[in-house]
């Protein structure tokens, strides 16, 4: 099993432009959330979904967009990306009857 | 509301030492716990897990974690430490099955490990 799969794993973009971290997972979970990790930060919220069709807002949502067209992908769109968003990125999946989340390697994304 | 508290961002051992990591939430509803650990340059692992059955929980690698209702802690626990135990420790929060996508995560305490 792959499990939850990030691409990229590294990324710079300079200031203003956008991009897409794609998330795919081979697990059928219901349920797929991304997170930022910054330093004694620990992992913020930004989006999640509970399903295909269906997302809502976590902590930091502001500058992020999310789709789930399918079960298996979840990606998370900058669109107009700053210094603030350099963090390291985490996609996680999980499904019912199951507390906990699987994690992606994550992406590590620098904005300049 | 849900949140979590990891007391110490750092905390430093002697290989074979007991290991301690504190943990403290606050949840308005009966919650589920989890110990996540990060080697460096990875993803998040999970440790182990509280879900309202045992109060000591039990998990990979030596750890566990005892559930302290009246405390509100969740403290990580390992008798003798390893240097293979070096790595960041996340405690985390949710307030159940249905809410696994809204994990709410501590800041992180980094454990290091003296030979």
């Known amino acids: 099993n792959a499990g939850v799969t990030q691409t990229p794993k590294f990324q710079v973009l300079k200031t203003g432009q956008s991009m897409t971290l794609q998330c795919a997972q081979d697990m059928n979970h219901e349920y797929m959330s991304w997170y930022r990790q910054d330093p004694g930060m620990g992992l913020r919220l930004i989006h999640y979904s509970v399903g295909a069709g269906i997302t809502d807002q976590g902590e930091v949502p502001n500058g992020y967009n999310v789709s789930r067209s399918t079960t298996e992908d979840f990606p998370l769109r900058l669109l107009s990306a700053a210094p603030s968003q350099t963090s390291v990125y985490f996609c996680?999946?999980?499904?019912?009857?199951?507390?906990?989340?699987?994690f992606g390697q994550g992406t590590r994304l620098t904005v300049v | 509301a849900q949140s979590v508290t990891q007391l110490g961002s750092h905390v430093s051992v002697s290989e074979g030492a007991l290991v301690l990591l504190r943990c403290n939430y606050s949840?308005?509803?009966?919650?589920?716990l989890f110990w996540y650990v990060q080697y460096p340059n990875q993803g998040l692992q999970l440790l182990l897990k509280y879900t309202s059955a045992a109060t000591l929980v039990k998990g990979i690698n030596g750890f566990e974690a005892e559930f302290k209702k009246s405390e509100t802690s969740f403290h990580l626990t390992k008798p003798s430490a390893h240097m293979s135990d070096a790595a960041e420790y996340f405690c985390a929060v949710s307030s159940g099955y249905s809410s696994a996508s809204k994990i709410i995560f501590g800041s992180g305490t980094r454990l290091s490990i003296r030979p």
């Open positions: 949840s308005s509803v009966p919650p589920y």
């Open positions: 996680a999946s999980s499904y019912e009857g199951k507390p906990e989340a699987f």
